[in-house]
């Protein structure tokens, strides 16, 4: 059983940074492929960016691309995401998700999920 739990979300200017944590209790954390996804009103949750059980693979959508970035400390047990030159568009609730399949853009791969973390991004 893995439980997660997200934290850093928050009010930020465009252009502002932004880091996310989701920290993991279950001793299981490094079997699991780790994601980001999000949700804005009235939009389908999306992908955002998932890294394999041992941090050497990684997977961005197109639209984060060279603004974010996802690291994990498998000793620490967490998983973070590094926003930098955020958009209004980036606004969203944030979700922790873990993968027993792998690393996976797909949401069907992910079986655990945080509650999410509110990013707002101001223009």
């Known amino acids: 059983q893995v439980q997660l739990v997200e934290s850093g979300g928050g009010l930020v200017q465009a252009g502002g940074s932004l880091r996310l944590s989701c920290a993991a209790s279950g001793r299981t954390f490094t079997n699991y492929a780790m994601g980001w996804f999000r949700q804005a009103p009235g939009k389908e949750r999306e992908f955002v960016a998932a890294?394999?059980?041992?941090?050497?693979?990684?997977y961005y959508t197109d639209s984060v691309k060279g603004r974010f970035t996802i690291s994990r400390d498998n000793g620490k047990n967490t998983q973070n995401l590094q926003m930098n030159s955020l958009k209004p568009e980036d606004t969203a609730v944030y979700y922790c998700a873990a993968s027993n399949r792998g690393i996976s853009r797909y949401r069907s791969a992910y079986t655990y999920w945080g509650q999410g973390t509110q990013v707002t991004v101001s223009s």
């Open positions: 890294i394999n059980w041992s941090g050497g693979t990684t």
